[in-house]
């Protein structure tokens, strides 16, 4: 075995393993059923204050395999812990795997004008 298959072996076998890192998602390419893969996820939250709206723009990352989806892209979604994110950008594409990014946002009035 050489070391790209080995790579390969260790994100499906090791990384990807529930009982290791990897968490069920539900990715919805659009005009396309929903898939359940394993995935990777890693998520940040920041608040946004503008004008009289704040609004909290959470960023999912999720490396999951390109044989799960192998072709990702603009319209798509992505359901995790059951909250939607729509698809931003591919971030990398290494041995055979994906790093891709999502974001979500939700928003409210503040009252202040």
């Known amino acids: 075995m050489n070391f790209r298959e080995q790579l390969e072996a260790d994100l499906a076998n090791v990384f990807?393993?529930?009982?290791?890192?990897?968490?069920?998602?539900?990715?919805m390419p659009r005009g396309s059923a929903a898939l359940s893969c394993l995935a990777i996820v890693t998520s940040t939250s920041d608040l946004v204050q503008q004008s009289?709206?704040?609004?909290?723009l959470t960023t999912v990352d999720v490396v999951l395999q390109q044989s799960d989806v192998p072709a990702p892209g603009?319209?798509?979604?992505?359901?995790?812990?059951?909250?939607?994110?729509?698809?931003?950008?591919i971030v990398s594409q290494q041995a055979s795997a994906w790093r891709l990014r999502f974001h979500s946002a939700s928003a409210r009035e503040t009252g202040r004008r």
């Open 16 to 27: 990807l393993n529930p009982d290791e890192f990897g968490e069920q998602i539900t990715y």
């Open 52 to 56: 009289h709206v704040r609004a909290q």
């Open 74 to 89: 603009e319209g798509d979604q992505l359901e995790y812990l059951g909250r939607k994110f729509a698809f931003v950008t």
